[in-house]
């Protein structure tokens, strides 16, 4: 006899930065309800979340901050489009009725990805996130037979994540990517004027060119 499958529904019900971790990351509890089918013995789950950007409102500073992501909010109409944030796999354990499933999201921190920009710009209020579900359920008949079942396309949920989350789990960090002859240059400039680590080499440079040396008004060079 061929074993009813299981539907599943899914929902975000909450998250949380997570401490002690390699990386920034987040964990969101996912509530799972089972109806109908046998219990199920282990899920394996796809998740792709994506940032969705026009379900909230933006006062002037964060229009400006977002432009380099979507232009100026004249072309908003065409140019709001969601920002994909991740796409894992993971392996939900066997229940029988509901379970809540903690899924660790790493938070990456490379300024140049268009979703940490996002972050940054946008630094109060909730961020618009939508989850989409799918992969395998395995599950048993009534005879205690595994079966497999897939999960449907239309499975998704939604949820406001507190922006607060996000800096909390990130800190004020971020990552910058170099070349390595940019890497090298930037460690001789810091060894050469003693300064104590990147953070303060960069200020340094920084600080340079705003504010130009009486040297460099009267035309000598400036070697960084």
């Known amino acids: 006899m061929h074993a009813a499958s299981p539907d599943l529904d899914f929902e975000v019900i909450g998250a949380r930065p997570l401490a ?3 990386v920034p990351t987040l964990g969101f509890q996912i509530l799972i309800r089972r109806t109908g089918g046998g219990p199920v013995r282990s899920v394996l789950l796809n998740t792709a979340i994506r940032i969705a950007p ?3 409102r933006y006062d002037s500073p964060t229009q400006e901050r977002l432009v380099e992501i979507f232009g100026t909010s004249e072309r908003w109409a065409t140019t709001l489009r969601p920002l994909t944030w991740t796409q894992m796999s993971s392996v939900v354990p066997p229940f029988d009725d509901t379970t809540v499933f903690d899924l660790h999201v790493p938070c990456p921190c490379a300024v140049e990805l268009a979703v940490v920009k996002y972050f940054r710009a946008v630094r109060d209020g909730e961020v618009p ?3 989409l579900f799918s992969g395998t359920v395995f599950h048993s008949a009534a005879d205690g037979a595994l079966h497999t079942a ?6 998704d949920a939604s949820f406001l ?3 607060s989350l ?5 800190g004020d960090h971020a ?3 170099l070349t390595r002859t940019g890497h090298d240059r930037l460690d001789a400039h810091r060894a050469r004027n003693a300064l104590a680590d ?3 080499a960069i200020r340094d440079l920084l600080d340079r060119t705003a504010a130009p040396t009486a040297a460099d008004t009267t035309g000598a060079a400036w070697t960084p």
């Open 20 to 22: 002690h971790t390699a």
């Open 54 to 56: 026009a379900r909230r």
């Open 129 to 131: 996130l939508d989850f």
């Open 150 to 155: 897939q999960i449907s396309w239309a499975s």
């Open 161 to 163: 994540l507190a922006g």
């Open 166 to 170: 996000w800096r909390e789990a990130t």
């Open 175 to 177: 990552w910058i990517r």
């Open 198 to 200: 990147w953070d303060e």
